[in-house]
């Protein structure tokens, strides 16, 4: 199985700050036949399903806003909002879909500082 | 729009059987394939397996032996079934759906079942 590990554990940022969330795989999920990181990163809040925020590791979901951006490709992984605001507290997972078992990260608590 | 409604029994004792079913409504069954994936409380989701509309299926080796995941396309939906169950089972249960060949990521999901495992 590949291991998804995320850092920090908890974040806590002002708002209209910076939030940076990692996600490091323990096998690389860059496929060489078209080139795509198949990564995803999830928002969850309290009592709601989690919800699709970046797909091929940095490919905004429809309606997502544009302070949320995906990066990295192989191994390691950074999830950025760009300027936090309130409704952005949760907790944020990563998941490949490189090879199955399909895997998550143990999540990133985001709240404000 | 496509939605996911899902139900079953929320509450268990040890060594029964889990059984929760999903329902997709106002989209293309056919297209997709559903999964199962399960939150234990405080942690990460945990996938459990996969169904395409023709029963062609793929679960985690983890929960295999205990784990039947089958689809009615009469009615578009999906079910879980886990024998056996142990307080370790205890989890928020959700339906998803993915990709077109399979694993993949998850773009519409079901509201959740919380399933606990008590004697």
């Known amino acids: 199985d590949i291991v998804m590990t995320q850092s920090p554990d908890s974040l806590a940022v002002s708002l209209g700050e910076r939030a940076t969330i990692n996600c490091m795989s323990s096998?690389?999920?860059?496929?060489?036949?078209?080139?795509?990181?198949?990564l995803t990163w999830y928002q969850q809040k309290p009592g709601q399903p989690p919800k699709l925020l970046i797909y091929w590791a940095s490919t905004r979901e429809s309606g997502v806003p544009d302070r949320f951006s995906g990066s990295g490709s192989g191994t390691d992984f950074t999830l950025t909002i760009s300027s936090l605001q309130a409704e952005d507290v949760a907790v944020y997972y990563c998941q490949q879909y490189y090879s199955s078992p399909i895997t998550f990260g143990q999540g990133t608590r985001l709240e404000i500082k | 729009q496509v939605h996911l409604q899902q139900w079953g029994a929320g509450l268990l004792k040890p060594s029964e059987t889990l059984s929760l079913t999903c329902a997709v409504y106002?989209?293309?069954?056919?297209?997709?394939?559903w999964s199962w994936i399960r939150q234990p409380p405080g942690k990460g989701p945990e996938w459990i397996g996969e169904i395409n509309h023709s029963g062609s299926t793929n679960y985690n080796p983890s929960l295999k032996s205990r784990v039947s995941i089958s689809v009615d396309t009469s009615k578009n939906q999906f079910s879980l079934n886990v024998s056996s169950v142990t307080a370790a089972d205890t989890a928020l249960y959700f339906c998803?759906?993915?990709?077109?060949?399979?694993?993949?990521?998850?773009?519409?999901w079901g509201h959740g079942t919380m399933v606990t495992v008590s004697s």
């Open positions: 998803a759906r993915g990709g077109i060949s399979g694993t993949d990521d998850f773009d519409i």
């Open positions: 096998h690389s999920v860059l496929h060489s036949s078209n080139n795509k990181n198949y």
């Open positions: 106002g989209g293309s069954f056919n297209n997709n394939y």
